[in-house]
C-alpha cells in the first residue's frame, strides 16, 4: 500500500509527511519521514519489547515501563499489535508478567516471535522464554537458558537466517554486564551457548541481521568493564564474532536501536544516548556492510534511546516507537521510507 493510499484511508489521523533527497556513497536515496498520530495507541513508554511478524504481518510491542515525576515507575504487561496503519490492544489468554528491558525477535524459522528475559516491579532479572504465534502467548521450557537478564536497548536479540537461529548477545544483571553468545532453535526450542574464538567486551548493544552480508552486527553500547559508550563495530558470522574497521562509524551510544531495510539493502540505526541521560540522539546512520554513513532526512524524531524500531515489510519502511528523551517518556509513532 503507498503512502499516498494510506492518507486516503486513513482520514481519522493526524499526518505530518516531508520528502528530501539524500546522498550516499552508492547515489541518490529517496526518504520519507512520517509522524503518525494514531487513535489510542500505547501508554508512553521506554523499554519494551518490539519486534516484527512476518506471519502476520504486524508489528507486536510487549510490556516496558513509564517513570512518574516522582521518579516511580509503572511496569507493564500489555501486547499491542500496530496493523493496517494503526495500533490495536491484544487480550491474549496467556502472556508474560510485567517488565521492562525485554528481549524479542521474530523467529524465522518457527514463524513465531520469541521473548526472553527483562526485570520485573521487583527488581528480579528474569529468564524465562515466551513464543507468540499471533493470538496468544505460550510460556516454553527449555532444558537450558542463557542467565537472567536485561536489556535497556531492546535490540539485542535478532534472527539470524543463514543459521535459522535466534542470536542473543550480552545484556547485563545483578552482576554487571554480559557478554556471552547463546542461540535460540525455535524448531527444538532450546538454548545453546555458543563458544566463539573473538567477542565483543561484554555489555549491552543494539544488534540487527544484515541480509545482504548475512551477518548479525553488533554497535557501541556499554558495559561495567568500560568507562564510556562504545563505537566500534562487531559481526557474527554463526561461529564467531569478528571487529570491522570501517572508514567511518556514528559516535559512540548505547540504547540505540538498529534494523535491517530490506529495500535498501542496509541496516539503519537511529538514535540512543552518550554521556549522561540527558544526552539523547536523533541521528540517522545506515551500514552497507563495509561502512556506515549518516543521512539526513528533512524531518527527524525527537531525540531518544530505550526505543523500539523494527522493519515493516508491507510498507517497506522503518517503524518507530516510544522510547525516552530528555523529559518525559514518548508514545509518538513514526515511519521512515528509504528507497534507492
Known sequence: MSLKRIMHAQTVMLLLFTAVVLMTNSGTLRAQTVNWAPLNPPAARCCMGFAYDSTTSSTVLFGGEVFNAAGIGTYFGDTWIWQSEGWHKLSPANSPSARHSVEMA?????????????????????????????????????????????????????????????????????????????????????????????????????????????????????????????????????????????????????????????????????GGFSGDYGDSLNDTWIWNGTTWKQIHPATIPHNRYSFGMDYDTVHKAVFMFGGFSSGPALGDTWVLALAP
Request: net charge negative; glycine share 10%; aromatic share 12%.
Open 106 to 270: 521474530y523467529d524465522g524459522a518457527a514463524n513465531n516471535i520469541v521473548l526472553f528475559g527483562g526485570q520485573d516491579s521487583t527488581g528480579a532479572y528474569l529468564n524465562d522464554t515466551w513464543t507468540w504465534d499471533g493470538t496468544t502467548w505460550t510460556q516454553q521450557f527449555p532444558p537450558t537458558s542463557p542467565p537472567a537478564r536485561s536489556t535497556p536497548d531492546s535490540t539485542g536479540m535478532v534472527y539470524d537466517a543463514a543459521t535459522q537461529t535466534v542470536v542473543l548477545f550480552g545484556g547485563g544483571n545483578s552482576v554487571g554486564a554480559l557478554g556471552d553468545t547463546w542461540t535460540w532453535d525455535g524448531i527444538v526450542k532450546t538454548w545453546t551457548q555458543q563458544n566463539p574464538a573473538t567477542s565483543p567486551w561484554a555489555r549491552s548493544a543494539p544488534v540487527a541481521y544484515d541480509a545482504a552480508t548475512q551477518t548479525v552486527v553488533l554497535f557501541g553500547g556499554n558495559g561495567s568493564d568500560v568507562a564510556d559508550e562504545l563505537n566500534d563495530t562487531w559481526t557474527w558470522n554463526g561461529s564467531t564474532w569478528a571487529q570491522q574497521f570501517p572508514t567511518s562509524a556514528p559516535p559512540a551510544r548505547t540504547s540505540a536501536s538498529m534494523t535491517f531495510d530490506t529495500l535498501l539493502g542496509t541496516v539503519v540505526l537511529f
